[in-house]
Structure formats: structure tokens, C-alpha cells
């Protein structure tokens, strides 16, 4: 789920149809998700998928479920491309 936190939006989530954006934007999130920060797939660190906003969901965040899926989502992206 992809959201524009800015009050009103900025416009950000809409740039996301020009799809070099859009891959840009997957590959960084990619390289945040790749395991260089240290935790095991099964869990997740604020090197990666923690932060302050999302405290709430801690418990139930997993680096490497949402690697899978991103890596899932470029591979059927670039398919379609």
C-alpha cells in the first residue's frame, strides 16, 4: 500500500505512473528490504521496515515476506514492460 503522508498530498503516490519512477522507487525499496542491515528474513530492525510510525506493526512485520514481494512485483512489472 503505497500512501502520500503529506496533508492534502503532494502528488508523490501520482508520479508513480511514469513506470522508471516507479521502478526507481522499487529498487530503493528493494535495497532496504536486501538483509544488509543485519536481521534474519523472519523478523525486521529499524534498518529496515521499523519505525516510529508503524510501532503498532512491529510484531507482525517480516523483512523477508516483504522482499519476496517486492521482488515478485519488479519481476511482473518488467514482464508487462
Do not use: W
Amino acid at each position: 500500500i503505497l500512501y502520500d503522508n503529506v496533508p492534502g498530498g503532494a502528488g508523490l503516490v501520482a508520479r508513480l505512473e511514469d513506470m522508471q519512477i516507479l521502478f526507481n522507487c522499487l529498487k530503493a525499496a528493494l535495497d532496504r528490504v536486501d538483509g544488509h542491515c543485519g536481521c534474519a528474513p523472519e523478523t525486521t530492525c529499524y534498518g529496515c521496515l521499523r519505525g516510529y510510525r508503524n510501532q503498532f506493526a512491529h510484531p507482525h512485520l517480516q523483512r523477508g515476506v516483504a522482499q519476496t514481494y517486492l521482488l515478485e512485483l519488479s519481476k511482473e512489472l518488467t514482464s508487462c514492460n
